[in-house]
């Protein structure tokens, strides 16, 4: 069964500095990756997903992913953090056999002033 | 273009009443999936359905929690009775499926048990 893991349950960041968040997978074939971010009180909103083409993918609000199955790593950054970008965010993956989605257990980003 | 609808947007009930939540997928989209949110427990799937079918409810925590989806623009999420451990929010999403994966969810629904 697919899975993924989040590393760092809570991020800090100045604004301006460098998001990253991390996600590691664990699937037994090349899965598709997605990243949702969560803002206060409301649903789940994607951010960007990976299906097999390109292994750098680019989503909104400046955020990309690259996928590396070496390191079976799907690890999300934005080069400049904006305090917009306070919120929770997931790792989920999805296998190709089913529609189901396995979620990380989110990173809480904090954009410090 | 319309999301994910869910309704109501917060419930408060008390312990031992039935609470019915509601939800509409995006139009033409195939899957259906009902989720649970917590602190302790973070994003659970409760039970996902394809064409209107309930495909995997291994998820659904107890008896007392049962979904339909009489048709394709409409599902429920049926807790009866209720307990204050069933206070969470509860997410709906849709995906459209036909080899594309993501899934699209709505606001969610808030439940308060007391």
């Known amino acids: 069964a697919q899975s993924v893991t989040q590393l760092g349950s809570h991020v800090s960041v100045s604004e301006g500095a460098l998001v990253l968040l991390r996600c590691n997978y664990s699937?037994?074939?090349?899965?598709?990756l997605f990243w949702y971010v969560q803002y206060p009180n409301q649903g789940l909103q994607l951010l960007l997903k990976?299906?097999?083409?390109?292994?750098l993918v680019k989503g909104i609000n400046g955020f990309e992913a690259e996928f590396k199955k070496s390191e079976t790593s799907f690890h999300l950054t934005k080069p400049s953090a904006h305090m917009s970008d306070a919120a929770e965010y997931f790792c989920?993956?999805?296998?190709?056999?089913?529609?189901?989605?396995?979620f990380g257990a989110g990173t809480t980003v904090t954009v410090r002033a | 273009d319309a999301g994910v609808i869910q309704s109501p947007r917060h419930e408060v009930t008390e312990m031992g009443q039935e609470v019915t939540l509601r939800c509409k997928p995006i139009?033409?989209?195939?899957?259906l999936f009902w989720y649970r949110q917590t602190m302790m427990r973070g994003l659970e799937l409760l039970i996902y359905?394809?064409?209107?079918?309930?495909?995997?409810d291994s998820g659904m925590p107890e008896d007392r929690f049962s979904a339909k989806m009489p048709n394709a623009s409409f599902s429920t999420l049926k807790i009866q009775p209720s307990e204050p451990r069933d206070s969470a929010v509860y997410f709906c999403?849709?995906?459209?499926?036909?080899?594309?994966?993501?899934?699209?969810f709505g606001p969610g629904t808030r439940l308060t048990v007391t």
């Open positions: 999403a849709s995906s459209l499926g036909r080899s594309s994966y993501e899934q699209y």
């Open positions: 699937s037994s074939v090349p899965p598709y």
């Open positions: 990976y299906t097999s083409a390109a292994t």
């Open positions: 989920a993956v999805s296998g190709k056999s089913d529609y189901k989605l396995s």
């Open positions: 139009s033409g989209h195939d899957y």
């Open positions: 359905f394809n064409n209107n079918v309930p495909i995997d």
